[in-house]
């Protein structure tokens, strides 16, 4: 099914742009809190980044008939100071896509009747609210100069829900199976 609505696809390639960017930055976060022996925060990191992944890939895919060029405005966050303002900023961006931008922009597209675009942003939005937590969690931990434990981390190829210590039989928010999880 192809796009007809073009706020819709302005949402989608904003959050595209957005999660491009969260894919990038906290591969920065990552090496930079490995860099400073906190090697679980950083695969933390590593594995967040993988669903920002798998979410950016949803939005685009959804985009496929779009052919061309774009100026795309999406919001990001910056800076890399240390592990605890690192993991605020992490935090701060996970709350702004759960609390403003994927609310609006899923009732836009249930709305205007995108189905494809609405199944996109569901997915991250619920997605997010799990990172937000780890996120939280971690820092939690970082302030007292302690890294996160050394458990397994597992995320959803389809959605990107994120869990730590062992997959689910299947993902509570796609239904995929257990051993699609990536492990990290
Ligand atoms: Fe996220
Ligand atoms: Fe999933």
Known sequence: MSLKN???ADF???????ESMAHIR??????SAEKNGFPNIGRLFRAISYAEWVHARNHFNVLKD???????AAGGVFGLTNIVENLQGAFDG???????MYPVYLETA?????????????YALSAEKEHAKLFKKAQDLAKQDKDT????????PICGFTVEEEAPEKCPICGV????????
Not at 26 to 31: D, S
Not at 66 to 72: E, H, M
């Open 94 to 100: 996970e709350v702004h896509e759960i609390d403003q």
């Open 177 to 184: 199976k257990k051993d699609l999880f990536k492990e990290f």
């Open 6 to 8: 073009a706020m819709t």
């Open 12 to 18: 989608l390639r904003s959050a595209y742009g957005g």
């Open 66 to 72: 779009q052919v061309g060029d774009a100026t795309v």
């Open 149 to 156: 434990d050394n458990s397994k981390i597992y995320v959803c």
């Open 26 to 31: 906290y591969l920065v976060w990552a090496e």
């Open 110 to 122: 249930r709305f205007q009747g995108e189905k494809d675009a609405e199944r996109s942003f569901h």
